[in-house]
């Protein structure tokens, strides 16, 4: 069974930085598509930052420059967020596919999301 799992959200003043990660296990395949999407109540949900199997990133315009997706060897993936603005705030959400679809949310495994809040 596939679980994917975020961790790292909180509370932080504007400007400052925050790591959130993402766990992928019990995934049949070596190699995968890991992306960070973000949602505000009454919002859909929006795509951030996706990094392939072969660890090529795509990127938001609103926060290219700001964050950065990474991955390790071990099912780990990250997203550095630095600058951050009081409009980042969002419940985060990582997700994971064999297939890339992007910034679009189709992706197959999602977590449960992780807060981050960003105070003006």
């Known amino acids: 069974q596939v679980r994917v799992a975020e961790s790292g959200g909180g509370s932080v003043q504007s400007g400052g930085s925050l790591r959130l990660s993402c766990t992928v296990s019990?995934?049949?395949?070596?190699?995968?598509?890991v992306a960070w999407f973000r949602q505000t109540p009454g919002s859909e949900r929006e795509g951030v930052a996706v990094?392939?199997?072969?660890?090529?990133t795509t990127y938001a315009a609103s926060v290219k420059g700001r964050f950065t997706v990474s991955k390790d060897n071990r099912h780990n993936a990250y997203l550095r967020m630095d600058r951050l603005k009081p409009e980042d705030t969002a419940m985060y959400f990582c997700a994971a596919d064999v297939f890339a679809y992007g910034l679009d949310p189709k992706y197959e495994y999602w977590g449960q999301g992780t807060q981050v809040t960003v105070s003006a």
């Open positions: 019990g995934y049949p395949y070596t190699s995968y598509v």
């Open positions: 990094i392939d199997a072969d660890g090529d």
